[in-house]
Structure formats: C-alpha cells, structure tokens
C-alpha cells in the first residue's frame, strides 16, 4: 500500500468507509485534498473498500460517480439484506369449534325452542376435519460484510391429535378414524362415538363411565355419577348427580344441588340454571337464567342471559369477565364474585400449600427418626440399618416431592402477579346490590349501596366503577 500510495501521492486515511452500527448499510467519503495530492483512482477505492471487508450488496455504479466526479460528501455505496419473517401457520376447521354457538338460543321474548336445535355435530370416518398451512421459516438477510442474518420463523398454531383422528404425511391435514362427534379442547382435536340413554340416569341405568361422549334425553338423579372422555348432552336436569367430562358439558334443564351436585369439565358449559351446587369448568360457563348459593370456577367467562341474569349467593369466580344483569339481592345476600385469576390455578395453589404442610410435618418425623439411629453409630443392628436405610430413601423422595411442589408454587404465583395489565371485568347491566364483595386480582370492593348500569375494573390497587358499556 505504501507503493501505491508514493506513486501516486494520495492520503489513503482520506478514503473512510464508515458503517452503520449493525453493518447492514456502509459510506464512502472523499476528504478534501492537500495541496500536491492526487485525487484517487477507482481501482484504489475498491482497494480500500475490499480491505474494509465489503463483500455484499456493494452499489459500483455508485464508487465509479463519486470517484470521476470528485463527490465529497458521504455517499451509501453498500446496502446490506434484511431477513425476511417467515409467514405464520393458519389453521382452517370444518366442524363447530366454539361450542356456544351450539348451545340453545334465547328468543325475543326470553324462550328457548329446543325443538329447533342440532347440538350435535356428527363427522363420518374419513371426513375432513381441518386443513393446516404450515408455518415458514423465513428468507436469511446479509449484512454487507457477509454476515448472515438468521430470519426470525413464523408463529405456529399446535394443534394436538387426540382420539380417533390422524394426520396425513404433511401433517396439513386432520381426518376422522371412526364415525362420530368432533371435539376441539384447548390445542386437541378428536372424534368421540356417542353413547346414548333414552331416559334417566338412575337406578335403571347405575352409573355411567364412557370413553366417547354421552347423550342423556331424561335427568340425572340424585346420587348418581356420569364421566366422559368426550362431551356430555343431558336434555334434563341433574338433581344432586355428579358430572365429569373432558370435553364440553351441555344441560338443557338446571343444575340443583342442594350442596351435593358437582359438575366438572375441561371443556365449556351451558346451563339453564344453578342452584346450590359446585362447578368447576376450565373454559366459559354460559348460563341461561340463574345462579344461585352455587361455587362456580370457570377459566374464561362466565356470562348470564339477557332475561333474569341473576348471580346471588355463593362465590362466582372466572379468570377473564363476569358478565350479568343483576348482582346480589335486596335482602344483602352475601355474593362473591372475582375475576383475574385463574380459579383452577387457585384451586392448585391452595393444594399445593395444603400438601406442602403435611410434608413439613412428615419430614419432620423422618429427620428425628433418623437423628435417633445415627446417635446409635455406624454399627447398627440388621433391622436397624434396614429401617435407617428405608427412611433415608423416604427422606430422599419427600424433599423431591417439596421442590417440585414449591418451583410449581412459584409458578403460579408468577402467573398471578404478571396479570397486572388487564385483571378482567365484572358487569351488571343493571344492579349490584349491597352485601356483594368483587375482587379483581388482589383488591377487594364490599358494595353497601346499590349500583346500577356499572361495569367493575381494576386499577391502581382498587377495584373500580365504570359505566356500563
């Protein structure tokens, strides 16, 4: 370089490439020549700029102007590529995934027509049940040193195949293995077969405890048990039953308890009505008319119909809204209702913190055991040994059980605390009555006055009123 420059008498520290912080884009200048310098050659720029690690996206029409026309200011000479995002997976169904718009319609005058219904929805083995488009994984960039720029990939929709369906060799496509009702809980999709009892579940019938869904045409009496892997349909009531499913729940008739009645699914829920019963839903519990001196859980929403849309006694807790017309009674009947957390999270907490009390005391029990035998020495009768033996291997497996116990605590306590955006919304369109207590994540609001046309939010610490909306 020092050849080149004594013949030709030109500054090479007056040739600058310079370069944006993350090399994507680079500048040539020319300084202003001294007197007895020679103007640089293009072969001499193109020296420098190689010897600046230029290798992509180089603009040589541009060194050659700046170069013959003497240009002074900084000019772009180099431009790197940016990595294109890859495209997000798109899932199309072909049966009914949200289940509300299955469940009975409120007419204009507050009736429902069940006669005019099709609550279930049938596929045929083989039939189409979802079409998917894979997500992409995007285009590399390069910066104008030769850099490649990893590409950021779309967002994938999981879908999980559950009973019964399959995928084909592209994993783009979901059918049905059997005839029978599609399902779509959380990310898994199945096709449950269909059991069916014309009347009653009662002494005719005993329990029931099926791999498919259940259709019930009669009620579900007292005492009596209905589990299903897929959903459950009962075109009556269930008076003092108990009800598992792991699908969708669908009660034309009521839910009465008398204390004893529990429903629970990890799907959604329709209901006429509840009354002094116990349901705990992960998904939105819609009910038509009431709930009444009930425990209602659901991990979405709970919303109640346009006619009496009563809430009144008990503890009503969803994780998302609560959605009513009226709150509470004129007689200050004691009502919870919260939003803003997770009530089966909650449910797990308390648990957790349950368990983790009995194995405190457990434990307890086992290190003074053990203290008592390792006071007895190294040489230990038989018994003895096999005894100090068991209960370290106890000892050993309890305190496992208590980390576990205490990182999932932990982590539901995360959950808790990263819902400060938006705790969720209580709404009564038209009166929350004294002697109900709202909460929303952890504020509480006890109403000694009537209010109307209000919707309940949190901020700063307090739950809210705002006006209805």
Request: proline residues 3%.
């Amino acid at each position: 370089m020092s050849d080149l420059n004594e013949h030709t008498k030109v500054n090479w520290d007056k040739i600058r490439i310079e370069f944006t912080p993350d090399d994507m884009k680079a500048y040539l200048q020319l300084e202003t020549l001294a007197e007895g310098e020679d103007w640089p050659t293009y072969e001499l720029v193109m020296k420098k700029i190689k010897d600046c690690g230029i290798v992509f996206g180089l603009k040589d029409v541009v060194v050659k102007r700046v170069v013959e026309e003497k240009i002074t200011k900084s000019v772009l000479i180099a431009e790197g590529k940016s990595a294109v995002r890859g495209e997000d997976a798109e899932v199309t169904y072909f049966f009914e995934v949200n289940r509300m718009k299955l469940i009975p319609k409120e007419l204009e005058n507050g009736r429902v027509d069940h006669r005019e219904l099709s609550l279930i929805h049938n596929v045929k083995k083989g039939e189409k049940l979802l079409e998917k488009k894979l997500l992409t994984p995007g285009i590399p960039g390069q910066t104008v040193k030769g850099v490649e720029i990893k590409p950021v990939a779309g967002r994938d929709i999981p879908v999980v195949a559950g009973k019964n369906v399959s995928w084909d060799e592209n994993k783009t496509c979901l059918t049905a293995n059997i005839d029978g009702e599609p399902s779509l809980v959380g990310r898994k999709v199945s096709v449950q077969n269909l059991h069916r009892v014309s009347g009653n579940v009662g002494y005719g019938t005993g329990n029931i405890d099926f791999t498919g869904s259940v259709q019930i045409r009669g009620d579900v009496e007292n005492g009596f048990t209905v589990k299903a892997a897929g959903d459950i349909l009962i075109y009556g009531n269930v008076d003092g039953g108990f009800i598992y499913a792991d699908g969708n729940v669908t009660i034309n008739g009521g839910i009465i308890g008398q204390g004893k009645t529990v429903v629970e699914c990890k799907g959604e829920l329709y209901a006429r009505h509840i009354e002094r019963s116990k349901v705990d839903v992960l998904g939105n519990v819609q009910v038509r008319d009431t709930i009444i001196h009930s425990q209602v859980n659901s991990g979405g929403k709970i919303a109640l119909g346009s006619q009496k849309g009563l809430i009144m006694g008990g503890i009503v807790r969803a994780k998302d809204e609560i959605n009513a017309q009226v709150i509470g009674s004129r007689m200050g009947t004691i009502t919870e209702v919260e939003v803003g957390t997770d009530p089966a999270s909650r449910l797990e907490l308390n648990e957790i913190e349950k368990r983790l009390a009995e194995l405190e005391k457990e434990l307890d029990k086992v290190e003074k055991a053990l203290i008592i035998l390792n006071k007895q020495g190294m040489n230990l009768p038989p018994e003895k040994a096999e005894m100090k033996a068991k209960i370290t291997r106890t000892s050993f497996v309890m305190k496992g059980e208590k980390r576990k116990l205490e990182a999932r605590k932990e982590e539901i306590l995360e959950e808790f605390n990263q819902r400060t955006e938006d705790r969720g919304r209580i709404r009564a369109q038209k009166t929350i009555y004294p002697g109900v207590r709202a909460i929303i994540g952890k504020a509480v609001r006890i109403f000694q006055d009537e209010v109307h046309f209000s919707v309940l939010a949190y901020s700063e610490g307090e739950v809210v009123l705002q006006s209805y909306r």
